[in-house]
């Protein structure tokens, strides 16, 4: 099932964890003469630094000294937010370092709201770092437009995200398609279309999430066809296919679909998916969950319709040193209905791992069973339910994947991959999978929205770096009832956890004021670590934040940028030199010493 569906009101929920709080080749910078030579060593070069999606750099950070840039790159910012109730629900590329270069996206046109965002341009501007300064040097504008909103997005606008590899750089297009783009002036060196001669209608197919490049210089990416029908929703047709698409050096292209890749999945038109109570219909008056006819049983909530195999919205695929690739999964009508994927080099594939009915961390562990005595306490189990379980389900909890997330696999040094998914009976919060290179359940940490986790390799062993926020939301249930109480905001942390999903410290944010009396959200998808193993996040308290590993519990440093209230989660980079790229309110700050 979508992760809100009737009165879960999607828009509502999401919007607290929104944040914290033509053709291509458009040179407009023209001419070739007198541009600098790009370097051809990517740093950043993708989302996550690298094809594992570690974050973690060879190189030591500068200082939080002193801000070197401040680069606007949405200009839209202030009309985003108040489309969204204050919120900026748009999820922004990592800044892409190589040498003396930074690349970035760049919007322009025109901005019409939610329901019609593609008359915005996106595009990716080449800056140079001359003088002390950093100066663009061109802007390459693309066709690539976003899925269109709708349920399923409800307001959260999808990412454009360009990747650096075999001395160009990749840029997302329209129809499936990608630019391959010249460093030195921004123009198109080649227009690749994966679906030349297939049976797919480009206005209606997306390139959905960043491109990712594996040390050989292929690259990788998601595409998506969509079902339109008059006045309807994308979201509730089912998708006319999705894959997951190959690119050579040379331009040669190779696609799969994801129903070749998960054949274990239920058919697209199967109606076993696992539904919730909310599929009951009552407006929540069997509350509180399990309802009092299956406590005691192994009755679980209403199926309902599945949909076709698709990937996430804004996911990127995870490379492995040994050439696997890593991807997700879901039925396109119910994100419970997922599943971690792995893929050969050759796009055969190699193991789908359910998430479904995981988890055993539900009623008596995360969630209260209610007492005798109190049978409607608030966020609480009904009396008599089964330890563990999903209360909205009665069954072992499940990682579900919705569309307004970024999260995407990373490869752990051991080989073992963690994902990052949502879960209801904590707050929102999530969960993140563990599963080994085989596809076993290892086990599961209980946060994973919207994250892509950081690692620090030390000795023989890492540790892996989150965010790690408490949301105000309701814990299970969405209706006006007694049992559907918010939680007060907070506390945030920063979480390291060891390889085995053991906490080794966690940093709470004490940014205190009269309408943050337990501090701020940690604005970030993901974190940044260098050499030393020391820590780069920004926060919604406008400041970014530099941890060591020898005192964790005082950060290293801190410089304030921006106070921005709404602001999105975004993802930092580190430069070649040190220098640490965050964003804030769709601005660009480099700061260093």
Not at 43 to 54: D, K, S, Y
Not at 72 to 78: A, H, L, M, N, W
Not at 529 to 548: A, H, Q, R, T, W
Request: proline share 7%; aromatic share 10%.
């Amino acid at each position: 099932m979508r992760i809100i569906t009737g009165i879960l009101a999607e828009a509502l929920i999401f919007a607290m964890l929104a944040s914290c709080g033509g053709s291509g080749g458009m040179n407009s910078i023209g001419g070739t003469g007198g541009k600098p030579q790009p370097s051809n060593t990517p740093f950043w070069g993708q989302w996550g630094a690298n094809p594992q999606h570690t974050g973690m750099v060879g190189v030591t950070g500068q200082n939080l000294t002193a801000q070197a840039a401040n680069i606007v790159y949405d200009p839209f910012v202030s009309q985003e937010q108040a489309a969204n109730g204050g919120e900026l629900v748009v999820h922004y590329q990592a800044p892409i370092t190589d040498g003396n270069d930074v690349y970035m996206v760049a919007k322009s046109g025109t901005y019409s709201g939610p329901s019609s965002w593609n008359t915005q341009i996106w595009g990716e501007n080449r800056y140079t770092w001359e003088n002390g300064s950093l100066t663009q040097i061109w802007n390459f504008q693309s066709d690539w437009k976003p899925e269109p909103n709708g349920a399923d997005l409800s307001g959260w606008e999808p990412v454009f995200h360009a990747a650096d590899a075999n001395g160009f750089i990749y840029v997302p297009g329209a129809g499936g398609t990608i630019w391959k783009v010249n460093k030195t002036d921004g123009t198109s060196a080649s227009h690749i279309n994966p679906f030349s001669g297939m049976n797919v209608t480009p206005a209606d197919t997306y390139v959905s999430g960043p491109l990712s490049a594996d040390s050989q210089g292929n690259i990788y990416f998601n595409v998506i066809e969509l079902a339109f029908q008059p006045a309807a929703d994308w979201a509730l047709n089912d998708v006319q296919g999705a894959w997951l698409v190959k690119v050579s050096p040379s331009d040669t292209t190779s696609v799969v679909s994801y129903s070749m890749l998960v054949p274990a999945a239920p058919l697209a038109t199967s109606t076993t998916c696992p539904g919730t109570f909310d599929n009951l219909g009552d407006n929540g008056a069997s509350l509180p969950w399990p309802p009092a006819n299956v406590v005691g049983t192994n009755q679980v909530a209403p199926t309902e319709a599945c949909g076709s195999q698709r990937p996430g919205i804004n996911l990127a695929p995870a490379i492995a040193p040994d050439g696997t690739i890593y991807t997700a999964s879901m039925s396109h009508f119910d994100g419970m209905s997922a599943y971690l994927v792995a893929v050969n080099s050759n796009l055969t594939p190699k193991w789908a791992a359910s998430l479904q009915s995981r988890l055993s961390d539900g009623c008596g562990v995360l969630v209260a069973i209610a007492p005798v005595n109190n049978p409607n306490q608030p966020n609480s189990c009904r009396n008599g339910a089964t330890q563990g379980v999903d209360p909205r389900t009665n069954a072992a909890g499940s990682g579900e994947i919705v569309d307004q997330a970024s999260s995407s696999p990373t490869v752990l040094p051991d080989g073992t991959v963690v994902f990052g998914t949502i879960t209801s009976y904590n707050a929102l919060r999530g969960h993140l999978f563990h599963f080994d290179a085989n596809g076993n359940y290892l086990g599961a940490y209980d946060f994973g929205w919207d994250t892509t986790p950081a690692v620090y390799a030390h000795g023989a062993t890492f540790s892996i770096v989150l965010k790690d926020n408490h949301y105000d939301a309701q814990q299970y249930c969405f209706y006006n009832n007694v049992i559907c109480q918010a939680l007060p905001p907070g506390p945030y942390y920063i979480t390291q956890l060891d390889a085995n999903l053991n906490v080794e410290w966690k940093f709470q944010n004490a940014t205190i004021d009269a309408n943050h009396p337990n501090g701020y959200e940690w604005c970030i998808n993901m974190p940044a670590v260098d050499m030393n193993g020391n820590v780069y996040v920004n926060s919604e308290d406008g400041n970014i934040y530099e941890f060591s590993q020898a005192n964790p519990a005082i950060p290293l440093g801190n410089l304030f940028l921006n106070l921005a209230i709404g602001a999105a989660y975004t993802p930092l980079s580190i430069g070649a030199d040190g220098k640490l790229y965050t964003q804030n309110d769709g601005h660009l700050f480099v700061v260093g010493n």
